[in-house]
């Protein structure tokens, strides 16, 4: 649509100039200009709405902001006017848009998240699969005859009953049949591999059924009554009214909802926290697999575009830290570019890993490298913990959370990255100058800045330490009697520059992982030539698409600081059930409480923070992880 009306505004101004020009001198390059094309678009990108900074907190993060649903934005509603009708949970949601995922606060209800198995038709309506009920079959198609039950009598051209009503059909009935030429045969009702997608208009026109109604082997309803929804209304029909089965019974959540194990005995509102909290886990250093896991796991890693497989069978030839080369049994050699230390829109930290070893044979959809948060090519969050409900002492009053000192050590330690850039612009009084020669600076303060005054990679930095010298000329003003002795003693250049060097911000520490310096072409002398392989583009395709620097600007220096955290008193914690808290005490593991055996909890939580939230799932997750601990399994 912005495209559309960026081309009626060049067209208009085509138009414009074909009236006031002479057709016979005129070329078409003087006619067209798509500057209003462009203007456009950026509008679009830059302004709108709906142009949203991509949360890359973690995969689930990235996944769940692709799939949002908006009710607001140019030509939508308004959150001021916005009543609780347009906000509740409708009929029409179902498998479509999620009842549970959507954010609190002046937005509940009008931001959704797109269910499972949703998706947008040509005409923008959400539509949601269902399995066919099949009462009729053709009497030719005898592999889907097999095993079928006649609803009715089949009688020959003379009227005799060949095969009475509820006659199984064997190969042998089978053949038979297709000698007669009857077009089409009536079965007893039954649930075919057929998927139709139904708009919510559509549906009400049909009887649903539920997706674990039971079934036999061969698809037929076992019970003569099933829980249905006919029109909007939840009801009980007859197995012969039925007409569409649902897909599964996670089509009517979102991805982040289907991630939580035991959702059904979840209280909604805590259910809602439970998945809007799992997109702001921050990725760790070790990322560890549920021990208790709904089976979305594998799939949304896949999705979130953040794990590579295999993309069919072969044996990995090459396994470094920047790549994976896989020769594919088709004789197709391929290699896998890896991600190494980027910085998500967030801060966190994008790393690929390979889980592969050189001479090892992969299969079709093998994982080959994990990511941030996945673990096996499995979505892993968080880390399992041992619990204990009770209190302590009083330190886990109000949802307040007490961890060991041992988890405190290395599971929730995670890596933040920041960029820092700085540019040497032309000025009035003339150029600025990257350079290690800056005034007033001690030589400790520029040990670990290079020739160049750019820092080294790898260098420890805290605030305040330069990361980039730079220089700027400074106006002339009446000197003192000081500056002129000075002037006089060190010549003209006593300085008329003062240091507009790049520093670490307050707060900040960490340890420089790249450096980059960007210079016009006309500039290349200017370029440092210590770090010409730091400085090429990773990418060899990519190696050519290039932004010019803006204007004024002669040189652009970016610098990474990567920063490792542990977990520390203050920071949240929070469960896949809304349970949430903040971390009030870090105790030695010497004082935790224990078990029976002397093995020391990891975490305590609050009992009375429970029953009344009514989110049971955390305590039947408990209970499942730990004999899934015990006895070895994953749930």
């Known amino acids: ?158 009227g005799k009953v060949l095969f009475p009503a509820g006659t199984t059909i064997t190969p042998e009935v089978a053949k038979r049949l297709a000698r007669f030429r009857k077009a089409s045969l009536k079965v007893i009702p039954f649930v075919s591999s057929e998927v139709v997608y139904l708009s919510a208009d559509e549906e009400e026109n049909y009887v649903v059924a539920q997706a674990n109604s039971p079934l036999d082997e061969h698809g037929h309803f076992l019970a003569e009554r099933i829980e249905a929804r006919a029109g909007g209304s939840f009801t009980m029909a007859s197995k012969d009214q039925v007409e569409y089965v649902d897909l599964s019974p996670k089509q009517i959540v979102s991805v982040a909802a289907s991630l939580i194990p035991f959702l059904e005995h979840d209280d909604a509102n805590r259910a809602l926290m439970g998945a809007n909290m799992q997109r702001q886990a921050v990725p760790l250093v070790k990322p560890e697999v549920p021990l208790v896991s709904t089976g979305m796991e594998q799939q949304t890693a896949a999705d979130s575009g953040q794990v590579i497989f295999a993309e069919g069978d072969g044996l990995v030839t090459s396994v470094t830290g920047i790549g994976i080369t896989v020769h594919y049994d088709t004789g197709v050699e391929k290699t896998y570019p890896l991600q190494k230390f980027l910085r998500s829109n967030q801060g966190t930290c994008i790393n690929q890993r390979a889980i592969v070893r050189r001479g090892q044979r992969v299969s079709t959809g093998e994982t080959l490298a994990d990511s941030s948060s996945t673990d096996s090519g499995e979505l892993a969050l968080g880390q399992t913990l041992l619990c204990a409900f009770m209190s302590w002492e009083g330190y886990n009053f109000e949802d307040a959370i007490i961890i060991s000192e041992a988890v405190a050590r290395d599971k929730f330690t995670s890596i933040h990255m920041e960029k820092h850039e700085v540019e040497a612009r032309d000025t009035k009084l003339g150029p600025e100058e990257v350079t290690r020669d800056i005034p007033n600076v001690g030589e400790e303060s520029l040990s670990d800045l290079d020739e160049y005054g750019i820092i080294r990679v790898g260098a420890e930095v805290h605030s305040g330490d330069i990361l980039v010298g730079k220089i700027t000329p400074k106006g002339e003003t009446e000197l003192t009697a000081e500056e002129k002795l ?82 520390a008193e203050g920071d949240k914690i929070a469960g896949r059930h809304g349970n949430k808290g903040v971390i009030a005490r870090i105790l030695p593991v010497e004082d935790m409480p224990h078990l029976p055996d002397g093995t020391p909890v990891d975490i305590i939580l609050n009992p009375i923070g429970v029953p009344s939230r009514m989110n049971i799932g955390q305590v039947l997750e408990t209970h499942l992880g730990w004999a899934a601990r015990r006895l070895g399994f994953r749930a």
């Open 486 to 567: 000075l002037r006089a003693i060190f010549g003209e250049k006593a300085r008329e520059v003062k240091d507009s060097s790049l520093r670490v911000p307050h707060g900040e520490r960490g340890k420089v992982i790249d450096s980059h310096f960007f210079a016009r072409p006309d500039n290349e002398a200017s370029r440092p030539h210590h770090g010409q392989a730091n400085h090429q583009c990773r990418w060899p395709p990519y190696a050519q698409i290039t932004d010019e620097l803006p204007p004024g600007v002669l040189a652009m220096i970016r610098i990474a600081i990567a920063q490792r955290r542990k977990v």
């Open 1 to 158: 649509n912005q495209f559309r009306i960026g081309l009626l505004r060049m067209e208009r101004v085509i138009r414009e100039r074909m009236t006031i020009t002479d057709p016979h001198e005129i070329a078409p390059s003087q006619l067209i200009n798509i500057r209003p094309v462009v203007a456009s678009i950026k509008e679009f990108f830059g302004g709108s709405q709906l142009s949203q900074f991509m949360d890359q907190t973690n995969p689930l993060a990235e996944l769940t902001h692709k799939r949002r649903l908006s009710a607001l934005g140019p030509g939508g509603l308004s959150r001021d006017r916005a009543g609780f009708d347009v906000r509740d949970v409708h009929f029409s949601h179902y498998g479509r848009i999620c009842p549970i995922e959507t954010p609190e606060g002046p937005n509940i209800g009008l931001i959704g998240s797109l269910a499972t198995f949703g998706w947008v038709n040509e005409y923008g309506f959400i539509e949601t699969p269902y399995r066919k009920v099949v009462r009729e079959l053709p009497t030719n198609s005898s592999p889907e005859l097999i095993d079928r039950i006649l609803s009715e009598d089949f009688h020959d051209s003379s």
